[in-house]
T-cell receptor, first 116, second 113 residues
Framework: GENVEQHPSTLSVQEGDSAVIKCTYSDSASNYFPWYKQELGKRPQLIIDIRSNVGEKKDQRIAVTLNKTAKHFSLHITETQPEDSAVYFCAASIRLASGGSYIPTFGRGTSLIVHP | GAVVSQHPSWVICKSGTSVKIECRSLDFQATTMFWYRQFPKQSLMLMATSNEGSKATYEQGVEKDKFLINHASLTLSTLTVTSAHPEDSSFYIC?????????FGSGTRLTVV
């Protein structure tokens, strides 16, 4: 099955700096890569996603890049703010069939701490 | 956007009793829902895939007789933790897929005493 590796497990930055979280996956059939932000005791919230036919996607301070050949994808957060502090999870998934549901495999998570 | 409602948000039960957790898709039909377990400071561990109208698909190492999953309709899946023990204490969270992405429920904090 799919195996997703996520690094680093903890990332500490100063407010205003950039933060980068990297994930690798093993199954070349994976075609959808979402990123989730989870605050303590709350549900994961989708912050950005990318599909396998796109190499990069940006939404304000957040961007995701995908390298299908190397099977890795990264989350980039620029101008970090204290409210960005949370656990971030990457995921890789395979679409079961046309219109079918995805089966996601999650990375182990990265605890991002942004110091004011 | 897609909304998934999960109840209860927390529950405390005695060892040996059973607990039912509900997951509802409020504004869309979900033929497939996923159930996860999350330990403190750890990732989401997929327990099972719940399929509407058929048996759930359990991940390796998850006891199907202990974690009963029922997906009787396109908007409701339930997870019943049977004969709960303290080691079953955890954060349980469901998710449903729509249009390729997934939306998570708010999670249930189960404490077995």
């Amino acid at each position: 099955g799919e195996n997703v590796e996520q690094h680093p497990s903890t990332l500490s930055v100063q407010e205003g700096d950039s933060a980068v979280i990297k994930c690798t996956y093993s199954d070349s059939a994976s075609n959808y890569f979402p990123w989730y932000k989870q605050e303590l005791g709350k549900r994961p919230q989708l912050i950005i996603d990318i599909r396998s036919n796109v190499g990069e996607k940006k939404d304000q301070r957040i961007a995701v890049t995908l390298n299908k050949t190397a099977k890795h994808f990264s989350l980039h957060i620029t101008e970090t703010q204290p409210e960005d502090s949370a656990v971030y999870f990457c995921a890789a998934s395979i679409r079961l069939a046309s219109g079918g549901s995805y089966i996601p495999t999650f990375g182990r998570g990265t605890s991002l701490i942004v110091h004011p | 956007g897609a909304v998934v409602s999960q109840h209860p948000s927390w529950v405390i039960c005695k060892s040996g009793t059973s607990v039912k957790i509900e997951c509802r898709s409020l504004d869309f039909q979900a033929t497939t829902m996923f159930w996860y377990r999350q330990f403190p400071k750890q990732s989401l561990m997929l327990m099972a895939t719940s399929n509407e109208g058929s048996k759930a698909t359990y991940e390796q190492g998850v006891e199907k007789d202990k974690f009963l999953i029922n997906h009787a309709s396109l908007t409701l899946s339930t997870l019943t933790v049977t004969s709960a023990h303290p080691e079953d204490s955890s954060f349980y969270i469901c998710s449903a897929s729509q249009g390729g992405g997934y939306t998570f429920g708010s999670g249930t904090r189960l404490t077995v005493v």
